[in-house]
């Protein structure tokens, strides 16, 4: 359960101030998880022993959206965007906050996917999100709020402004337990945006009104190589098909060397086309592929199962075997 008690209201009044340029921030408390790394993207550290200086900062920098304050070690840090803060081990005297509104003379702002003068509203996906003024960061957690479904958040990533992050792995920091039943992988489960997987419910709903959609597989190693591969013609089926994967035609590539594909099958043995999705207590293979891996996965009707399994717990042979890096995509990511 989130605390919803808002218990750091900064209210000031600068001598200069005019009814234009009044500078004011609303926070509200979140909590701190104990979890293996962070791959939060900092803006500033800084040493204070108040943490109403910590929540000034934050209001003064407009990209400021949250930020956590330790007394026994009077550090601030601010943060560009996320709920909840990630430290491990002991937290004793830290303090974890999210920025709901505030404005720093000149500058309204709220959490990403938030708007309007009192950040009362909530843009419907990522692109809704983007065009109301994400454009100058290349990914950051934003709530979302479709149509027809209460509001949640994704990981945008804006290279590509239309798309939504579907599954997001950490290999080096992987705590998430994927081998889940059905019923958890309609829900989603992980933490944005580390290790999760956002779930058919949400997912479906984001994909709705899309007509043409794209799969993309995305690769980032330890080195910032990077390779991408794209399905075309991606459809995700409903519950009454088990989610079936679907894509018509082949994959393309950008990326030199590309990644590899490992989704339709050189063969067509290890195909994923059309393959409903299988958990280990739903399982659509002859052959128990999810208990058997530990995962959920489209898995092809075969012995061998997949040769691209991304939600493998950690690092698997067929976590994505025909990848340009071989062997070595262990060491990589
Ligand atoms: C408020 O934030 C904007 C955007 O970050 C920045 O350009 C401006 O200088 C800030 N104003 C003050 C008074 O800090
Ligand atoms: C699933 O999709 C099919 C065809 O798009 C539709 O006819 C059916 O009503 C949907 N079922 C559910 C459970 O949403
Ligand atoms: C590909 O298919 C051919 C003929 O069906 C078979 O002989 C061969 O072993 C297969 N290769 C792989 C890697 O599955
Ligand atoms: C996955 O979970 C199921 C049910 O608890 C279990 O039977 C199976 O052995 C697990 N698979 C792996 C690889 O851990
Ligand atoms: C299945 O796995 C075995 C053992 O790794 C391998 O020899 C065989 O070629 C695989 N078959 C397919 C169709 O991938």
């Not at 004011?24 to 108040?50: L, Q, V």
């Not at 934050?58 to 007394?71: G, S, Y």
């Not at 509203?121 to 065009?131: Q, V």
Request: hydrophobic letters at 30%; glycine letters at 6%.
């Amino acid at each position: 359960m989130l605390e919803r008690a808002m218990i750091l209201v900064l209210s000031l009044s600068m001598i200069e101030a005019s009814i234009h340029t009044h500078p004011f921030a609303r926070f509200e408390k979140t909590n701190i998880i104990d979890y293996k790394c962070d791959k939060s993207w900092i803006i500033e550290i800084f040493e204070t022993r108040n943490i109403y200086n910590c929540g000034l900062k934050c209001n003064e920098f407009a990209d400021c959206r949250r930020f956590l304050f330790c007394e026994t070690k009077s550090k601030c840090k601010l943060y560009l965007d996320g709920t909840d803060c990630i430290l491990r081990g002991d937290a004793t005297g830290c303090h974890c906050f999210k920025k709901l509104i505030s404005c720093n003379g000149t500058k309204i702002t709220c959490p990403w996917g938030f708007y309007g003068d009192n950040c009362e509203h909530i843009a419907k996906d990522c692109e809704d999100a983007n065009s109301r003024g994400m454009t100058s960061h290349q990914s950051v957690v934003t709530r979302i709020k479709p149509l027809e479904a209460p509001a949640f958040d994704v990981w945008c990533w804006l290279k590509i402004p239309t798309s939504v992050t579907i599954l997001n792995r950490y290999q080096q920091c992987s705590t998430e337990d994927f081998n889940r039943t059905l019923q958890e992988y309609e829900q989603g489960f992980g933490i944005v945006p580390w290790d999760n997987w956002l779930g058919f419910d949400k997912t479906l709903q984001v994909i709705n009104s899309q007509k043409s959609l794209k799969l993309h597989v995305h690769f980032t190693a330890n080195d910032w190589k990077k390779c991408s591969i794209y399905y075309n013609d991606f459809n995700l089926g409903n519950a009454s098909t088990q989610y079936r994967f679907q894509t018509t035609s082949n994959y393309e590539t950008d990326s030199r060397p590309t990644c590899g594909d490992s989704i339709t099958g050189s063969n067509n043995t290890l195909d994923l086309r059309g393959r409903p999705f299988s958990t280990y207590d739903q399982d659509e293979t002859s052959n128990g592929c999810a208990a058997q891996f530990g995962g959920g996965w489209w898995f092809a009707d075969h012995p061998n199962c997949t040769d691209g399994f991304l939600t493998a717990k950690e690092y698997s042979e067929n976590f994505w075997k025909n990848s340009f890096w071989g062997p070595n995509m262990k060491n990589k990511l």
